[in-house]
Structures are given as C-alpha cells and as structure tokens.
C-alpha cells in the first residue's frame, strides 16, 4: 500500500464472534492481534488508519448485538492507534431506536470526533439512523455512490446508503457539503448502467426523471 503511494488503510473488525470467523476467519481477540503488527508498521510509514465494526445494530448468525460489545470492540480498535472508528450496520436491520440506545452507550465512554456510522439500507432506515446520529453530534457519514454494495455473508443485506439520498437529507437541513447534487446523481446513473443495474438512489430516480419530462 505504501509503495502504491497511500496514505490512509482500514481494518475490520466485527461485534460479532460468529461473524468475525466468517468474515475475517478468525474471532474478535485474534483479530484484534493480527491488527498489532499492522499498526506498528502504519505508525513507521505515517499512515493512518481508519477502523471499521460490522454488525453493530445486528448480526446474520447471532441476532441482536449488545451495545456493550460494540463499545468494547470500538474502544480497542482507538486504544491500538485508529484516528476514528466507523460503525457499521452490516445488515441494516437498525432503526432510529436502536440506533440511539447504541450511541447511548458508546458516548459515554468514546469521544464523538472519533466515530463514524455506516448504515445499509436494507429495510430503509438508513437515513433516520444517520439524523439520529447526527443529532448526536456525529459528523462523518459513509454513503456508497447508488447504494452501491452488499455482503457476501449477509444474505439479503442490500449496500451501503445511496449517498445522493443522504446529500439531498444535508441538503435539506441547510448542511453544507460542496457536493454538486445534480453532477453526483449523473455519476451514479452512469456507473449503475455500466453494471446493468438500476439505480439504487431513490432521490436520483426522482430527479433523472425530472430531466426527462
């Protein structure tokens, strides 16, 4: 990675035991030690690393997470050297609620500058868990270009937010974002009829078919 000139990586690791072995092959302690020679090595070459929690709100195997699992993984992932913890709901299965208990009890101990939310879209909730999120002062939101994505061990699980779904939301609340909304829609519809897919952003498939009346 270095010699390919990055300066930013991410490790992953999961809330989940169960999903951890099936993810990453191995579990959550083993993983946290695979991480160490990783860290030492990105802390020599200046890079910076970016951590990532799956199954934060739910898990494919396991069902219901405790927040308490997430806070403790999410607080090793910083106490090894990542500058910011991304929360990720893998299968999308959160809801404003509990997307609120988790946060509850994740700022209790962890810093808000320090933690992102990764939200799928699987039963539409994705954008009241992000708001909810944001209200709690978090700032840092992953989105994926036409909702883009998935996870091959979760079935069913759709991708990652339509980020032109969560620009129009900032947008709307009079966030700032330096997003051309009209030029990222274009990007999505072109890259979406590359792979022969719809477009997976409910607010792009409003607007493109303004473009067309």
Known sequence: AVESGATEIAIFAAASETFSQKNINCSIEESVARFAPVMQAAARDGVRVRGYVSCVLGCPYEGHIDPAAVASVTKRLLDIGCYEVSLGDTIGIGSAGSTSRLLDTLLRDVDVDR????????????????????????????????????????????????????????????????????????????????????VGSKCARALLAKREV
Do not use: W
Request: net charge negative; glycine share 14%; aromatic share 4%.
């Open 115 to 198: 933690l992102a939310v990764h939200f799928h879209d699987t039963y539409g909730q994705a954008l009241a868990n992000i708001l909810v999120s944001l209200q709690r002062g978090i700032s840092v939101v992953d989105a994926s270009v036409s909702g883009l994505g998935g996870c091959p061990y979760a079935k069913g699980a759709s991708g990652n937010v339509a980020t032109e779904d969560v620009v129009y939301m900032l947008h709307g609340l009079g966030i700032e974002t330096g997003i051309d909304l009209q030029k990222l829609i274009t990007v999505g519809e072109s890259i979406s009829s590359a792979l022969a897919r719809p």
